[in-house]
């Protein structure tokens, strides 16, 4: 990375920042990649500075990503500046209010238990190739531990096998979002679901050391590697077409859309066995690797099905107190 060896004005404080941030305890790694992809801009167009014009000049290269997109990678710039300017109070800064607008996100697919058993039937029926021969089975279980664990992406495709504990059924999730491990206990039909697939993955002639990925790439090869994120997002699109799941609209789900579900399944589940939702969401908040039910508030989208079953309940616990005919 060019903010290692610093040349320029520029690439010097980006340098000081990067290390800075870094020894304040933060990882740092996607801010550094977005700063470095910037400071080699600026050397490809040979300024040793970034002013208004080399911004803007920047920012034209990413008008084919999301708008949101965009505006976090000029914010990232935009505090780089303002580190900066405690020290050199006249450089440029970015205009923040000329930074995109930020778009509503985009809603979630939401799957139930009929969608999932679609999907496991199409990875089952996936066509076993000799160039990636263990595919079907790896598919297969990215839904389940995605659907009943709720994980991220990042924290799927970076389990390794010492990650799992088959005897107690747990997964360990290290150094996940927010820079936070956890240990996730696995539902008993995850807990299948790994015993059959190891019986797979730990035989011959495949990599077996505790560092050695969960699933992983293993086109023309014995020895597995990580995925990257987009091989699961095209794996999941691949079996959603096969299985025809999709939304009234039409829509097919993204990865990140069954962790959404995984935490509704999760509220209807609570409403069905009568507990006490209040209580149990710090539950799911630390189960799911939030700091606190706010951000776990995000992923509870309003249902049919919630609404009614909730409604139901109350229903239950309250209906005798309401009498005489609505006004």
Not at 138 to 153: E, H, K, Q
């Amino acid at each position: 990375m060019r903010i290692d060896c610093p040349t320029t004005v520029f690439e010097h404080w980006a340098h000081r920042y990067v290390t800075h941030m870094r020894a304040l305890g933060r990882r740092f790694v996607h801010q550094a990649w977005i700063i470095d992809r910037l400071c080699r801009f600026l050397a490809e167009h040979e300024e040793a500075d970034l002013g208004q014009t080399s911004f803007e000049r920047w920012c034209v290269t990413h008008l084919q990503l999301h708008a949101n997109v965009r505006r976090d990678y000029q914010r990232v710039v935009r505090k780089l500046c303002l580190y900066r300017q405690r020290t050199e109070p006249e450089c440029f800064v970015p205009d923040a209010s000329r930074f995109p607008r930020r778009r509503p996100r985009r809603t979630p697919v939401i799957l139930g238990p009929t969608d999932i058993a679609k999907l496991l039937h199409a990875a089952d029926g996936l066509q076993i190739r000799s160039v990636v021969p263990l595919r079907p089975a790896m598919m297969r279980l990215a839904v389940v531990l995605l659907y009943t664990a709720g994980l991220r992406r990042g924290e799927l495709v970076h389990l390794c096998l010492g990650d799992i504990d088959l005897t107690d059924g747990t997964a360990t999730i290290r150094d996940a979002k927010f820079y936070k491990s956890r240990l996730v206990p696995l539902s008993t039909d995850a807990q299948q679901e790994l015993h059959a697939y190891m019986a797979q993955r730990l035989a011959v002639p495949w990599n077996v050391g505790p560092e050695a990925p969960l699933i992983g790439d293993h086109r023309h090869s014995h020895v597995i590697r990580q995925y990257h994120g987009p091989i699961i997002d095209y794996g999941l699109r691949q079996l959603c077409l096969i299985a025809g799941v999709q939304d009234s609209e039409g829509r097919l789900p993204h990865v990140h859309d069954l962790r959404h579900s995984f935490a509704l399944q999760a509220l209807l589940r609570w409403h069905r066995n009568g507990a006490d939702v209040q209580s149990c969401l710090p539950r799911l908040a630390m189960y799911m690797g939030h700091a606190s039910i706010i951000s776990t508030a995000y992923y509870l989208h309003w249902l049919p099905e919630v609404a009614s079953t909730a409604s139901h309940r109350f229903e239950q616990r309250y209906g005798h107190l309401i009498s005489g005919e609505p006004s």
